[in-house]
């Protein structure tokens, strides 16, 4: 029901009608959702996304045989459909040509393909993941894949790399934190019923400067979305795109130590990642250790940085 309020008076005493009549000014659409595979999978679906190109909606059922959605009334235009289950799996739909009127209900059946992540694939505003770059509109990309796979605690299914450095500043760990918060406010993300438009202000680890001690040691559930990257997001990116430390081990690290050749690294990401524009200087890190880490891009090295204030360059991932 949409409904407003105000504050004032009436003028020329009026009158207050004894009844109203209301008149539905949406549509109501019905979801029942399809696998490629034909099987109902509408009860394991735990966030729906539709957007229609101007209007967008998120909704996180639970365990329901039928999905409905209140929309704006809208007139021969193309609707994108993202989802998510409880197994994180993604699935993606686009409708063209469709039309809604308001006071009607719409039985919609939609059969929807599992989007799956591809290191080199890019993701998309509205969730969905393309082999080519988009530019404008509802899938424009704002992060390309990785680093496929789960990791305890980090991330459940990818890690995907900005397109872009927040900024062409540089940056110590406190400024890194906000500057990667207005990053994600600009380049939302909607997976499922979730929209990841914020990114903590603390997220971090503790990376002790010991190649026996380990680089991942992030406890807990994983947090989904935009993040200062973690030494352990870094170490898979590394083994995903061109080789380096061990992804499926990732021990810890020590300062100064070359994990790759930082001018070949730089070169090979940017190639793989569509030319992200990844610069051969030094990027801030949200582990901690003594101080902060960095990474090194200009000579392949992880460092320990004893004035954690110095200026970096920061490029914001996206864990999903």
């Not at 003028?11 to 000014?25: H, I, S, V």
């Not at 365990?63 to 007139?75: F, T």
């Not at 994990?259 to 901690?288: D, R």
Request: hydrophobic share 35%; proline share 4%; with cysteine.
């Amino acid at each position: 029901m949409d409904c407003c309020t105000f504050d004032g008076t009436l003028e020329d005493d009026g009158t207050l009608p004894a009844t109203a009549t209301l008149t539905n000014q949406l549509a109501i659409a019905k979801f029942v959702i399809y696998n490629s595979g034909s099987e109902d999978i509408t009860s394991d679906i735990t966030g729906l996304s539709v957007y229609d190109g101007t209007n967008s909606y998120s909704i996180d059922p639970a365990s329901l045989d039928a999905i409905y959605v209140a929309v704006r009334p809208v007139e021969d235009v193309t609707f994108s459909f993202t989802a998510v289950d409880k197994a994180s799996n993604l699935y993606v739909k686009t409708a063209t040509k469709k039309t809604l009127s308001a006071s009607n209900i719409y039985p919609i059946n939609l059969t929807m393909a599992s989007s799956v992540p591809v290191v080199g694939h890019f993701l998309n505003r509205d969730g969905s993941i393309t082999s080519t770059k988009q530019t404008d509109g509802a899938d424009e990309s704002f992060a390309v894949i990785a680093y496929v796979g789960a990791v305890e605690h980090y991330f459940d299914k990818f890690i995907a790399l900005a397109l872009t450095d927040v900024d062409d500043k540089g940056h110590g760990i406190t400024d890194a934190f906000k500057c990667v918060k207005t990053y994600a406010g600009n380049h939302p993300i909607t997976i499922g019923g979730t929209t990841y438009n914020t990114a903590s202000d603390s997220y971090s680890d503790n990376v002790q400067s010991d190649l026996d001690s380990p680089s991942n040691t992030l406890t807990g559930d994983v947090v989904k979305g935009w993040r200062v990257p973690l030494v352990t997001d870094l170490r898979f990116i590394i083994q995903s795109l061109c080789g380096g430390p061990s992804a499926t081990d990732p021990v810890g690290v020590t300062n100064g130590v070359s994990l790759v050749n930082g001018p070949t690294f730089v070169n090979t990401i940017n190639e793989a990642c569509g030319n992200t524009g990844m610069q051969q200087t030094i990027y801030q890190t949200a582990s901690k250790g003594s101080y902060w880490w960095s990474f090194c891009f200009d000579s392949g090295r992880n460092k320990i940085w004893d004035y954690p204030d110095n200026g970096f360059r920061v490029r914001a991932v996206f864990a999903y």
